[in-house]
């Protein structure tokens, strides 16, 4: 099973979750309880999703109690300002159907709109008030970091990026470290480029696992929170079967060769600007 890892407000999350990004609505409650089923406690969605409500439907049907999930959700582009993000966040308590939500997160910082500082006053405000326990960011590079703990005093528990092999994020992490903010890997295989690269095969291969399963491993040595996301149930279960066995040294040095230039399959969170 995976360890839980400490934030730095007390609380804690699951190393390993599922993820929702682009499951179809109506299937998700349906994927959803999969990977309750398959001992996954993290769940991760997002307002811009559109897919809270099959999360909550799965969190009422699951054979396990709400105290033992750890529901994740974010605030969208467009309600950086207060009153826009407490109306969608009361709409996401109400698709969720939950009393608290473990950990929200601003979504993007949207730089060119420049509201994540009042975004994150929001947050502030939201955990203050006892609705949400952490609170966080996405897609938030050193300065947006920087610029929200300065104006506020506030630290986001987890900020959950882009990182993968082809990704690593080595000078990011060492900023999370001295802050003791918390990544989650986003796109954790690589938006799927990475499930045919040879020198993940041969390793692979060496443990008896797949590629995947190889890779979310890494995350895991890596100390990342890590969250996965698939539609296949036997694929769902078998990402979560990555606890009988360990990389070592020589492995960890080969997926740390891949590291590139070009390697981000997503939006620069320098420069998105999309709404949703």
């Known amino acids: 099973m995976p360890e839980s890892i400490s934030l730095n407000d007390g609380f804690s999350i699951p190393q390993l ?24 406690r993290l769940i991760d969605t997002a307002e811009g999703y559109g897919n809270e409500e099959g999360v909550g439907e799965a969190i009422r049907s699951a054979s396990v109690p709400r105290s033992e999930l750890f529901v994740t959700s974010k605030l969208r582009n467009r309600a950086h300002e207060r009153d826009a993000a407490l109306r969608e966040f009361d709409a996401t308590m109400r698709k969720l159907g939950v009393e608290q939500l473990d950990l929200f997160l601003i979504h993007w910082p949207v730089p060119k709109q420049d509201k994540y500082v009042e975004a994150w006053k929001t947050l502030i405000e939201l955990r203050d008030a006892g609705r949400v326990r952490s609170i966080g960011v996405s897609n938030f ?24 092999p082809r990704l690593q994020q080595r000078a990011a992490r060492a900023f999370h470290a001295e802050h003791r903010i918390q990544i989650e890997s986003w796109s954790p295989l690589g938006s799927g480029r990475l499930l045919d690269n040879p020198t993940i095969d041969g390793i692979a291969r060496k443990h008896g696992k797949t590629i995947a399963q190889t890779i979310i491993r890494w995350h895991l040595q890596e100390g990342l929170v890590v969250i996965p996301k698939s539609v296949n149930r036997d694929r769902i279960v078998a990402n979560f079967d990555v606890f009988d066995f360990e990389l070592d040294a020589d492995d960890m040095q080969a997926i740390a060769s891949l590291d590139a230039a070009g390697g981000r399959t997503g939006a620069d969170p320098a420069t998105a600007s999309f709404m949703f």
């Not at 599922?18 to 309750?36: C, E, F, H, N, R």
């Not at 300065?143 to 993968?164: F, K, M, S, Y």
């Open 141 to 164: 590079n050193r300065d947006h970091l920087e610029r929200i703990i300065g104006e506020t005093g506030v630290t986001p528990a987890v900020n959950q990026i882009e990182l993968h």
């Open 17 to 40: 979750g599922l993820g929702v990004w682009q499951v179809d609505p109506s299937i998700t409650a349906k994927v959803v309880g999969w990977g309750i089923e398959g001992g996954y």
